[in-house]
Each structure stands twice: as structure tokens, then as C-alpha cells.
């Protein structure tokens, strides 16, 4: 199968994207043909500083590399060096009926609450659908959310092809990864940076010692017993700490007669080792960015080679290539 995912610059990754996504993604490298690419040109709907976007996208092909995304099994590269994308996209754009746009949550839930969208957040679901169909991908694996968008994409890509009277598209399938732990964040709501309340992946270790330390609890007196799967410490706790020690855990939790500090000291030591190899990793990327630009231009290299087929395709489908 051919497996197609993208993930947005638009902050450091957390948690909540790692354990609810990059990992699953990373992990069908193994077994298929996959493409991931750092979704530079949405970032744009959401970040307009140069600068912040320019670090943003260099940090997250670290960050994907240092989590274990290896550019000998897959390919990784950033949207915008794929120009082929763009030009797809304004093909989808002249089937698009603005119906199926104004139902999209993204856009809808911004209207709203009165903030101004502009076109390309209006557009947003088109150049994803371009993202997708570029590499005639059989399966996007993607968070709930998104699973309205690749709806979205195959809607565009049947009515091309129907009105083209043609198979240009590859209808792909959402690999919505409902198993993904929904991760909790230091205040216990959703993790998300716009509730900042994350735990950052390659934040300073001293720093992320004090957050987690600082993690809000309940204020049931020490001797209760506790049932672990309902409290957002453990939950944390069970994604970094070996499965004996998840087990210790719980079976504490369940004594009662214990203080969060523990709880939390425990999960800042499982997080250090959890993640130190990917720290190691990030730390030697780091210190060699060409290495890291090289990466991305032989992705983008063997991107645009895969959307170049696809575009010529349809191109002559629709007439846009005119020679006869
Ligand atoms: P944020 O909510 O911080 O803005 P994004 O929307 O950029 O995060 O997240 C990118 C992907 O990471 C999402 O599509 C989703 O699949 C996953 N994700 C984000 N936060 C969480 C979470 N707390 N638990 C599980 N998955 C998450
Ligand atoms: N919209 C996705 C998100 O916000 C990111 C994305 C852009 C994507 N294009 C894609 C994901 C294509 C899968 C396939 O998380």
C-alpha cells in the first residue's frame, strides 16, 4: 500500500501529536510504501511570522527524524518544495462546490466564533485533497479529526474522475488511528497547544521536570484507594513507563496511600528514559542541518517524480495539456 500523511508546522510537537499520531504513522514505514511531509503551506493559515515558520518546519523534520522516521524506508519532505501539489490543487479547485467547503468544521468552527477566515482557510480541504492524490495514495492514516477532510478528497477526486469520464484519481482511505491514546494534558483537559497545557517532546529536561511536577490532581486525601485509569497522571504515566512498572503503579493506586509527588517524580524519571534515544538522535541532527537539508531535497527529489506522473495524468485528463 502506499501510506500518505502530513503534519502541520504550526508549534513544537507534543505529546498529544506523538502518542496520538506520529507514532502510528512512523510505524507503517516498516511494512508499506510511505510519504510524509510537513505541511508548510497550511502552516501559513495559522503562522505569518518568516521567521517562526522557518523554525517550525526545521524542527519538525528533527523532531520526525529524531522519533525514529528513517529516510531509507520513507519519504519525508516539505510541502512547498513539491510545487506539483499546487498546481494539483487549483485543478480540484474548479470542481469544488462551495457547499462542501462551508460544511468543513475547520472553517465553520472559526465563523463561528466571529474570527475572520480567509480563502485559504476556506480552500484548506482542496490542497489537502492535492496533498493526498499527488502520490495516488491508497491510505492516509490521520487523527478523528481529519477523517471529514479525506471525505472531503475522495468526494473531489470521484467527481473529477466521474465528470472526466476517467480514472485519473486513486480514491484513498482514512486510517484514522481510533486506538490512539487521547493524551491528557498538565491541566487534564485535551493536550493541545491551544490549551497550553503540554508537555513539549524535546523541551529542556530541568523545565520539563517543573511542569510535571506542577501537573494539577485532585485534592481526595492521600489514603483513598484511586482508580488509576481515571486520573490524568497515570494516564500520562502508562504511555513512557515499562508495562511492570505501569502495573506497579496501578496496583498503588488502587492501595491508596500514596502522594501524587511520587506519582509525579516517577513519571518525570519513565519520560527521561522514555525518550532519551530520540533525544540523542535529535541532538546529533541538530548539529549537522545540512545532513537534514539533504534529507528533505532527495524526499522532495522522489516526491515531485511520483506527483509528476500524477499531474501529467491529469492534466491530459482535463485538456490542460493541449497538444494533441
Ligand atoms: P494541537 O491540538 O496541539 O493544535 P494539532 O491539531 O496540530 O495539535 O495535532 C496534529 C495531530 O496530532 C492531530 O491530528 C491529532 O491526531 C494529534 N493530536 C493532537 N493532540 C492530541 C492529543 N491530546 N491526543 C491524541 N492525539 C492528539
Ligand atoms: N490537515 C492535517 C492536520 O491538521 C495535516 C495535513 C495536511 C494532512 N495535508 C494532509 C494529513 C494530507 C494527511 C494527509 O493534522
Known sequence: ???????????????????????????????HEAYYFIANL???????????????????????????????????????????????????????????LERCHAF??????????????????????????????????VGEDQGQHIEVCRDLARSFNHHYRCEAFVLPEARITVDAAKVPGTDGQKMSKSYDNTLALFEDQKQQRKKIMRITTDSRPMEDPKAPEEDHLFQLYRL??????????????RRGGFGYGEVKKALADAAELYFADAR?????????????????????????????????????????????
Open 108 to 141: 465553520k468552527e472559526k465563523k463561528a466564533k466571529g474570527i475572520n477566515a480567509d480563502a485559504g482557510l476556506f480552500t484548506y480541504p482542496v490542497l489537502m485533497a492535492a496533498d493526498i492524490l499527488a502520490f495516488d495514495s491508497n491510505w492516509v492514516p
Open 1 to 31: 500500500m502506499r501510506v500518505l500523511s502530513g503534519i502541520q508546522p504550526t508549534g513544537r510537537f507534543h505529546w498529544g501529536n506523538y502518542f496520538g499520531a506520529i507514532r502510528q504513522y512512523i510505524a507503517f514505514q516498516n511494512e
Open 280 to 324: 540523542a538522535r535529535r541532538a546529533e541532527y541538530e548539529a549537522k542541518p545540512n545532513e537534514v537539508y539533504e534529507i528533505l531535497a532527495d524526499g522532495a527529489g522522489r516526491a515531485r517524480k511520483k506527483a509528476g506522473e500524477v499531474l501529467r495524468r491529469v492534466e491530459s485528463a482535463c485538456g490542460i495539456s493541449y497538444r494533441k
Open 42 to 100: 497550511h502552516a501559513l493559515t495559522t503562522v505569518r511570522d518568516p521567521a517562526v515558520l522557518r523554525g517550525y518546519t526545521l524542527d519538525a523534520a528533527l523532531d520526525l527524524l529524531a522519533l525514529g522516521l528513517d529516510p531509507n524506508r520513507a519519504t519525508l519532505f516539505v510541502q512547498s518544495d513539491v510545487p506539483e501539489v499546487s498546481q494539483l490543487c487549483w485543478l480540484l479547485m474548479t470542481g469544488t462546490n462551495l457547499g462542501l
Open 240 to 253: 513512557v513507563a515499562k508495562p511492570e512498572q505501569v502495573e506497579e503503579m496501578a496496583a498503588l493506586y
